[in-house]
């Protein structure tokens, strides 16, 4: 009985170094990119994008109401939400893209997007990318699942930006 004990300390131990060893050598880079098309002239959208004040319009969600925005400038937006403290830094504008710097307390550390905008004949295409990195051994492990989860997001703050736009233009969604 003993010794059917010891075999399986050692089997799982041998199993959780395993499950470790693989997940520093899986990747663990992070990539999400979605696009949306908004009835609203560049100049428009242009604005609401490239100046990080406006960006508590619409790319927060709901529960950001309980957040807290220091000095909001069009090159930074640094908030506390509870414990969370994060910043949105502009580090590159050149005309149809914009780069921001993301630090946000939590597990996902170096987070980069490019916001591009193309002009359409009847609006505005937005392309969101965002290049992460996710932390060793267990962000290797949950990658598809944090992308899908980051994916999702991004969804809905390019929704909330469109319906921010369109009724800002009164057109309607």
Same mark, same amino acid.
């Given at each position: 009985m003993?010794? *059917?004990?010891?075999l399986?300390?050692?089997?799982? =131990? !041998?199993l959780l170094l395993?499950?470790?060893a693989? /997940?520093?050598v899986l990747p663990?880079?992070?990539?999400?990119e979605r696009?949306v098309?908004?009835?609203?002239?560049?100049?428009?959208?242009?604005g609401?994008?490239?100046?990080?004040?406006?960006?508590?319009?619409?790319?927060f969600g709901p529960e950001a109401?309980?957040?807290?925005f220091q000095d909001?400038?069009?090159?930074a937006l640094?908030?506390t939400?509870g414990?969370?403290?994060g *910043?949105?830094?502009?580090?590159?504008l050149s005309p =149809? !893209?914009?780069?921001?710097?993301?630090?946000?307390g /939590?597990?996902?550390?170096?987070?980069?997007m490019?916001?591009?905008l193309t002009?359409?004949?009847?609006?505005?295409l937005v392309?969101?990318e965002?290049?992460?990195?996710?932390?060793?051994?267990?962000?290797?492990?949950?990658?598809?699942?944090?992308e899908r989860?980051?994916g999702?997001?991004?969804?809905r703050?390019l929704?909330r930006l469109?319906t921010?736009?369109q009724a800002d233009t009164?057109?309607g969604?």
């Open positions: 003993r010794r *059917a004990f010891k399986l300390g050692l089997a799982l =131990g !041998a395993g499950v470790t693989l /997940g520093l663990r880079d992070l990539r999400v696009k098309e908004i009835a609203s002239p560049i100049a428009a959208v242009s609401a994008v490239n100046d990080l004040s406006r960006w508590q319009a619409w790319a109401k309980a957040c807290t909001p400038s069009d090159m640094r908030w939400c414990k969370v403290e *910043a949105l830094v502009r580090t590159d =149809g !893209a914009l780069w921001v710097d993301a630090h946000v /939590g597990t996902v550390t170096r987070v980069r490019k916001i591009g002009e359409l004949a009847a609006g505005t392309t969101w965002e290049q992460a990195t996710a932390p060793r051994v267990m962000g290797a492990w949950l990658r598809p699942w944090l989860a980051r999702e997001e991004i969804d703050s929704a469109r921010h736009l009164g057109q969604s």
